[in-house]
């Protein structure tokens, strides 16, 4: 019986072809339409790489493209809070020095001497008020987190235990997705 309706003569005009490998553009083994706003942001991303006058230049962008090809929305909503929000008004268990209330404004609106007490002050998180902020995130935490740190887009805060902030990386890859998202406005 044969494999398939086609006759011997059209089969020989058109050859077979394996399926096309998954790639960054595709999402799952079925070859998916990508999610529009990484396709737009890793354009921008080879853009930036073709035009840099420099090698430094390049080799950022060589490592924003490769950190791009895993990122998904999850690990951007984790890279927004971590980069443009911050922490203030905690209240923690004393004897813990667990967070367990706590208010988040976007952190160019973070008075630094009055709202933290440190003019100094960058956006990071501790473990448990990423996952309060955004509980959505919880089953994959680990995985995001993993991601993100494997291709230096956050780093741990050298000040304060177990807590997260962005890289200066991270933050260049997260300015490609948002002028990405501004052009197809």
Not at 82 to 108: Q, W, Y
Request: proline content about 8%; glycine content about 4%.
């Amino acid at each position: 019986m044969a494999r398939n309706s086609a006759s011997p003569a059209s089969a020989s005009r058109r050859p077979w072809r394996p399926p096309a490998a998954p790639s960054a553009f595709s999402s799952g083994p079925l070859g998916a339409t990508a999610w529009p706003p990484k396709v737009r942001a890793l354009g921008r991303v080879l853009a930036d790489g073709l035009i840099a006058d420099d090698e430094a230049k390049i080799d950022i962008a060589e490592l924003a493209l490769t950190a791009m090809t895993d990122l998904e929305r999850p690990h951007l909503m984790m890279l927004d809070l971590l980069a443009n929000h911050g922490v203030v008004n905690a209240e923690e268990n004393p004897v813990r020095g667990i967070p367990f209330r706590f208010e988040i404004k976007p952190a160019k609106d973070v008075d630094k001497d009055i709202d933290v007490g440190d003019p100094n002050w960058i956006p990071d998180w501790r473990d448990r008020e990423i996952l309060m902020a955004r509980p959505q995130l919880t089953e994959a935490y680990l995985s995001i987190m993993a991601t993100l740190q494997r291709h230096a887009l956050i780093a741990q805060n050298r000040y304060r235990a177990h807590a997260w902030a962005v890289t200066d990386l991270g933050g260049r890859v997260l300015s490609y997705y948002i002028e990405a998202s501004a052009d197809a406005d």
